[in-house]
């Protein structure tokens, strides 16, 4: 499912970047209909970085207009739409409500999820258009039962099927990704042959409404944070200081306590009712059970334990594990060897081999 092998109607997603900007040329040079479209999410005007300058990141104005000029070079319908609202009610605020709750969110995949291919896809079809295509590296394959199935892209390094878990079935008959069978380093090639502006771009890398990382100051300018100090506490009870916002500690953090100890300490737990940070040493963060919930999966849902292969965070590599289903639609997940800093918030997706079984939420 990489190419289209069918002259259609097709919308690209295009974000101003080198990927969308080749996915929408290639899909072109195919000879499909190709209808550019853009999402203007966030506005980046209001925001300054610490230094006190205006910022703009992924998804930002300035990527709207290179949206727009590459469409123009391609000789291609493009449109612009506004997303704000429905980006602040799903993402920002769900962003800020995760970490009041002692959670570490994961913007990227509700925003794929919510906006792109819920959102954007009801645009592309109301275009009468047949496909939604993007610039994601993973691939979309056919399965024997005559559906589809997720599968990683095969540049190991650039793969986002991880954000990708929450597509469902009807969707990914929908969608394509052009860029799944390449790497990155064909993917600039192809943007040099189309002679694209944005041949020489460079690739976002931080959360797009946080681009200089600093994402407690973003919530301190989002809400009114005036009563979320308390203590620090060792995992054995001990008091050993206290803190200015349990919402700027992170599982797995290690820098920035405030504390001495005789060993190095990291956040083993955040509690957030009770505005408290609890710390520990390293061996604290290994973890053989997770309960994972809001499970989405590209097989039937399972009805039995089965084993498989866990990744908890993008750019950690799979881990064996055993998967038990609960009544409640939740699993219970057993990793083979004890793993370090599972973090409630961050999403689990469930492997075998290449292709994504599903995931949910780490609770």
């Known amino acids: 499912m990489s190419e289209v092998d069918v002259k259609r109607r097709v919308v690209v997603a295009m974000s101003g970047g080198v990927d969308s900007s080749v996915t929408a040329a290639l899909l072109k040079e195919q000879g499909h209909e190709v209808v550019g479209m853009t999402m203007q999410i966030w506005d980046y005007s209001q925001y300054t970085d610490k230094h006190g300058e205006t910022f703009g990141s992924c998804c930002s104005l300035d990527d709207v207009y290179d949206a727009r000029r590459v469409a123009e070079q391609l000789d291609i319908p493009f449109y612009v739409i506004n ?9 920002i605020d769900r962003f800020c409500d995760d970490y009041l709750t002692g959670l570490t969110p ?7 999820q919510v906006l792109k291919f819920e959102l954007l896809m009801r645009k592309a079809r109301e275009l009468e258009a047949e496909f939604l295509a993007t610039g994601h590296y993973a691939r979309i394959l056919p399965t024997e039962d005559g559906g589809y199935a997720l599968h990683k892209g095969i540049d190991g390094d650039k793969d986002q099927s991880y954000f990708l ?6 969707q990914m008959a929908l969608v394509r990704f052009p860029l799944g069978g390449m790497t990155k380093e064909e993917v600039r090639g ?19 409404f946080v681009p200089d990382g600093d994402y407690v100051r973003f919530l301190e300018e989002e809400r009114q944070l005036d009563d979320c100090a308390g203590p620090i506490i060792h995992v054995a009870g001990q008091v050993l200081g206290q803190h200015q916002g349990y919402y700027r500690y992170t599982v797995g953090q290690r820098k920035g306590l405030g504390i ?9 737990r955040i509690d957030a009712a009770n505005k408290t940070v609890i710390v520990g040493e390293k061996q604290h963060l290994l973890c053989r059970e997770m309960i994972v919930g809001s499970c989405r999966w590209s097989m039937e849902p399972p009805q039995r334990p089965f084993a498989t292969n ?12 055993q998967v038990v289903p609960l009544t409640d639609g939740r699993v219970k997940v057993t990793f083979a060897i004890p793993q370090s800093g599972v973090t409630p918030g961050q999403a689990a997706v469930f492997y075998q081999g290449d292709r994504v079984l599903g995931g949910g939420w780490i609770q």
């Open 106 to 112: 994961n913007p990227c995949v509700l925003c794929n």
């Open 310 to 321: 866990c990744r908890i965070r993008y750019r950690q590599h799979e881990q064996p594990a």
């Open 260 to 268: 001495g100890w005789s060993e190095p300490l990291y956040v083993v």
């Open 190 to 208: 192809h943007a040099a042959r189309f002679h694209l502006r944005v041949a020489e771009k460079a690739e976002s890398q931080d959360i797009c």
């Open 83 to 91: 997303f704000e609202r429905q980006f602040k009610q799903q993402v």
């Open 165 to 170: 878990f929450t597509l469902t079935k009807e």
